[in-house]
């Protein structure tokens, strides 16, 4: 177990690098906004309120709650992972021109630790445009647009099996460390479990992006999390890495909090559910992803609960799912459902932030 001092000047140069690459992201992404507002706009990106739930029946209160929605700007989230790959690419490539090591050292693309996270974020993204645009434009195989849910889990699944056997085979990653116990070995049942824990992540990601401001708050929360895990492993470039992921989802919070200028989409929820499941594998601390994203946890339950009760006793169980839009029909206006979120987040990170650190791996 090593924790990075930050009382050494190289520490302090760590800081340093992963507050002005964060600071970074988040000019720039102020910066770009308007051209891809103007995009989205100009092509009608927009998203249609669907009047059908995932098992194809009727969804007359969630159609009902936000028909007033349909048109908006979709596929936001390409605000946060353009800017990501842009700074990545940026810093690697164009860093080393420049004499001051101040500035060389914003690199912070490195095979060990961030290739396989901007590998996920940018793989994933590019299917959720596909099926942002796809479903804008009323084209696919889907009945209103959009790209079949098999081929979307497919290209996910793709993504997470390659994740996982380059975890695997180049990394040797065949243990699960337990907070405060040790490394649990379970050998190659790692390939299935980094398979599940992708697909579980960004599926939840993806429910949970159902209200101006609720997802991009949670996943802030989540990735400062991780970074701050990264850091104190001295995985600084991972935890820079991170850091970009939180400017630029601060930039896209600016125009996402209700009401929203623009919403996340598939190429952002997706993306970044999948590419903090393989943060968190990465920092060897995936079981404290369950207590930090607690919300996603909540939100996949209950539409996992609703579909079972339906489908074994024909009745629903809550109004409408996911469990936000359920309080929504109850009448909680949807500032305070995804206020309480970041709140509840806020403390589930801190209780996993402290768990993750004391019982921290190697």
């Known amino acids: 177990m090593h924790f990075a001092d930050i009382t050494t000047i190289p520490a302090a140069m760590a800081v340093f690098k992963i507050w002005i690459l964060g600071t970074f992201a988040f000019v720039l992404a102020m910066a770009w906004t308007p051209i891809l507002t103007h995009f989205l706009y100009k092509y009608k990106i927009g998203i249609k309120i669907k009047e059908n739930s995932v098992d194809g029946r009727k969804a007359p209160i969630y159609h009902g709650l936000h028909k007033d929605k349909s048109g908006t700007p979709s596929m936001g989230g390409a605000l946060i992972w353009a800017t990501v790959l842009f700074l990545a690419v940026f810093a690697h490539f164009f860093t080393p021109f420049f004499d001051a090591k101040i500035i060389t050292r914003l690199d912070f693309l490195s095979r060990s630790q961030t290739w396989l996270p901007l590998f996920a974020l940018v793989s994933a993204a590019i299917l959720g445009?596909?099926?942002?645009?796809?479903?804008?434009?009323?084209?696919?195989?889907?009945?209103?647009?959009?790209?079949?849910?098999?081929?979307?889990?497919?290209?996910?699944?793709?993504?997470?099996?390659?994740?996982?056997?380059?975890?695997?085979?180049?990394?040797?990653?065949?243990?699960?460390?337990?907070?405060?116990?040790?490394?649990?070995?379970?050998?190659?049942?790692?390939?299935?479990?980094?398979v599940f824990v992708v697909l579980a992540t960004a599926f939840s990601s993806n429910e949970t992006d159902g209200l101006d401001g609720l997802n991009g708050g949670i996943l802030l929360i989540a990735f400062a999390a991780f970074g701050a895990i990264a850091f104190t492993q001295s995985k600084i470039d991972l935890a820079a890495f991170c850091a970009v992921i939180c400017g630029s989802l601060l930039a896209f919070l600016w125009f996402n909090i209700y009401p929203a200028r623009f919403f996340m989409g598939d190429t952002g929820s997706i993306s970044l559910g999948a590419t903090l499941a393989v943060v968190a594998m990465l920092t060897n601390s995936v079981l404290v992803l369950p207590i930090i994203c607690l919300v996603y946890v909540i939100e996949s339950l209950s539409v996992i609960v609703q579909l079972t009760s339906k489908k074994l006793f024909g009745r629903k169980i809550f109004l409408s799912t996911p469990i936000h839009h359920h309080f929504e029909a109850k009448g909680w206006p949807e500032t305070k459902i995804t206020m309480r979120a970041w709140i509840l987040t806020g403390v589930t990170a801190g209780i996993g932030l402290i768990i993750g650190i004391l019982g921290m791996g190697k």
């Open 129 to 194: 445009a596909f099926d942002d645009i796809f479903s804008a434009k009323g084209w696919g195989s889907n009945k209103g647009g959009g790209i079949r849910f098999l081929f979307r889990f497919g290209w996910l699944f793709l993504i997470a099996i390659l994740g996982a056997l380059w975890f695997y085979f180049k990394l040797d990653f065949h243990a699960i460390h337990i907070p405060g116990v040790g490394d649990l070995a379970i050998g190659w049942w790692y390939i299935p479990f980094f």
